[in-house]
Every structure is written in structure tokens, then in C-alpha cells.
């Protein structure tokens, strides 16, 4: 099963910018989808935009579009998700994750922390 890692999380002030990559393991095949999803405490996590492998389409919430991107490198089986304008209610843990099918929730990397904070 392939194994993802979140990095590039951290703090950053309203209306700045962070991005978050995703190493995986290993290579996926062309109809695998990548997602993002972000879970703040006490509450249930929520999705927040994925990509397609092998095409690059995107999905986003609402809440997002417009503001972030959601990406991938091949071959490097990197998939990116770049946050602008950030929002304090974007202060979450956020989540990697994989699937062969809508959603993608087959695998979970272990999560990261982002903080948006003045």
C-alpha cells in the first residue's frame, strides 16, 4: 500500500501563502486521485481539493476555489497543494490522501499541522 508524507505546513499570518507537498512511495497509476482534506479539533474532517493523476483535473470545496492550487510532478509522484490568502479558519491539520475512486480515501498520510495566525 502506497505511503504518503505531508510537509511544508507551519505558520502563517492571514492572507499569506503556504505550501504543502506530499511525498509518496510509489508510482500510482493514471486513474489514481490525490486529495487534501483538513480536520479541525472537534471536528469531522472535510474535503478540501484533490487531483487527478493522470490527467491533472482538479476538484475543490467552495471554501477554497480561488485560493488554492492542487497540483502534481510526475515522475517524482509528488502532488503539491499551494494555499494563498489564507484564512484563520483555515487553521487545521491537514491531510494527504489517495484512492483509486471518488473520494479519495484509501490512504492517509499522517497529517501536518497549518496554523494561520497574526
Known amino acids: 500500500q502506497v505511503r504518503l508524507v505531508e510537509s511544508g505546513g507551519g505558520l502563517a499570518q492571514p492572507g499569506g501563502s503556504l505550501r504543502l507537498s506530499c511525498t509518496a512511495s510509489?508510482?500510482?497509476?493514471?486513474?489514481?486521485?490525490m486529495g487534501w482534506f483538513r480536520q479541525a479539533p472537534g471536528k469531522d474532517r472535510e474535503f478540501v481539493a484533490a487531483v487527478r493523476w493522470g490527467t491533472g483535473g482538479t476538484t475543490y470545496a467552495d471554501s477554497v476555489r480561488g485560493r488554492f492550487t492542487a497540483s502534481r510532478v510526475r515522475p517524482e509522484n509528488t502532488p503539491y497543494l499551494q494555499m494563498n490568502n489564507l484564512k484563520p479558519e483555515g487553521t487545521d491539520v491537514y491531510y494527504c490522501t489517495g484512492g483509486s475512486s471518488w473520494p479519495p480515501q484509501d490512504t492517509w498520510g499522517q497529517g501536518i499541522q497549518v496554523t494561520v495566525s497574526s
Open positions: 510509489e508510482r500510482r497509476f493514471s486513474s489514481y486521485i
